[in-house]
Structures are given as C-alpha cells and as structure tokens.
C-alpha cells in the first residue's frame, strides 16, 4: 500500500453539472477525512468517517455536497449543481484513531 | 470551537540561517498536533506527530516543541535550504479526532 490515493487528479467541469471525486485511504486506517482548500488559505474541515460511519458534516458544507464510505474502505464526495465558488483542491486523508494522518495528492476542481 | 492561529504568514531568509515557525490553538485539550508541508499544487505531507503527552519530536533538522496549557508549538529548521521553501501547516486534535488546521506559513528560503 503506497498511501492515499485519489482520483482524479484534475477535474474541469461546466456551471450546473455533478461531480464524484474517490479517495482510497491507507488499507488499515478507520479514520477518513475530506478538506477543501482555496489559494493561499489552510484545509477547511468538510467531513469525516469512521469506518462507513459519518461522524461530522461541517455546516460550510451546503446539502448540495455529500459524501459515503459504503464498506468502510474508499470514499466519494459529490458535489451537485457545481457552482463557480465551489472551485478548489478537494483533500482527503486516512489514519488510525489518534494518531499520525496521511493525505492524498488532492483533486483540483475548476467550475467554468 | 477550536482555532489554530500560526505567525508569520510568510517568511524569507538566506539559506543557511536557523528558523521557527509558530502555531498556537486556543483549545488546550488535544490529543496531538501534527505539521505538514505543503509544495505549490500539491498534497500535505507529514513532517512531525506530537501526542499530547509529549513536549518534542525531531526529525533530521526538524524540531516540533509542544507546550499544550499555553496553546503553543513551535517549528525548529535548522541551516535551512532552498529544498525547504514550501507552505508550512500546523493541525491540531482533539477527543472527536476532528483536525483543524491553520492557515500556514509560507517559506521561502533565498539562495
């Protein structure tokens, strides 16, 4: 297991379509997490699971965002009706309880 | 609501020099602060884990200092490089694992 994954990398979309973006976690980590990050600021805090189980959905996030870790391994976020502001680097990362976290490579989305 | 603060928001020095890079948080109960490195486009890598019951941890020429009832750490690089320009990010803890995260410091280390 090399980390954690996401995909994809990149993800150009038009003003009004639906986006999924799929983070695979570290393969023994209960814990996963999604950020979202503009330029030049820190990662905000969107959601996290524990196993399949969402702990916390943040209140930036509107119910046009959700999220789903079905067996408790990968996860995918959907954003629906994309909007201009929702243009960013979607983050995920994995740990055990307590301890260190590991982040992916990001997905950047640019809403045209 | 926990919030995590890091001063300077930018910093440049000549290579070579020795540097810290400040984080406080204004909730003490954590059960550990991390530090990541962010390069431009791309992910956070983790640097250096301190558990709540730790006062330091280092790394090569990094060193992270924890002093949880005041709300501080620090971040130590010693003869810095230009290896080491990046965006430096301070996260934090707490009982429901929850992780928030500063704003950062961006590094930049002159030749």
């Known amino acids: 297991d090399t980390g954690v994954s996401q995909d994809p990398r990149h993800k150009i979309t038009k003003r009004g379509q639906n986006v999924t973006f799929r983070c695979d976690p570290i393969s023994e980590h209960n814990r996963l997490y999604w950020y979202r990050q503009t330029l030049g600021q820190g990662p905000e805090f969107l959601t996290y699971f524990q196993n399949e189980a969402q702990l916390e959905k943040s209140r930036l996030l509107s119910d046009r965002f959700s999220a789903e870790r079905p067996k408790g391994s990968f996860s995918t976020l959907e954003i629906q009706r994309t909007e201009q502001g929702d243009s960013a680097m979607y983050l995920c990362?994995?740990?055990?309880?307590?301890?260190?976290?590991?982040f992916g490579q990001g997905t950047r989305l640019t809403v045209v | 609501k926990q919030e995590v603060t890091q001063i300077p928001a930018a910093l440049s020095v000549p290579e070579g020099e020795n540097l810290v890079l400040n984080c406080s948080f204004t909730?003490?109960?954590?059960?550990?602060l991390q530090w990541f490195r962010q390069d431009p486009g791309k992910g956070l890598t983790s640097l250096l884990l301190i558990q709540s019951s730790q006062r330091e941890q280092t790394s090569g020429r990094l060193n992270a200092s924890l002093d949880k009832s005041s709300g501080r750490s620090t971040l130590y690089i010693a003869a810095s490089q230009p290896g080491d320009s990046a965006t430096y990010l301070c996260?934090?803890?707490?009982?429901?694992?929850?992780?928030?995260f500063g704003k950062g410091t961006r590094l930049h280390i002159l030749p």
């Open positions: 990362a994995s740990s055990q309880e307590q301890s260190e976290a590991f």
């Open positions: 909730d003490s109960a954590i059960y550990n």
């Open positions: 996260a934090v803890s707490g009982g429901d694992d929850k992780i928030i």
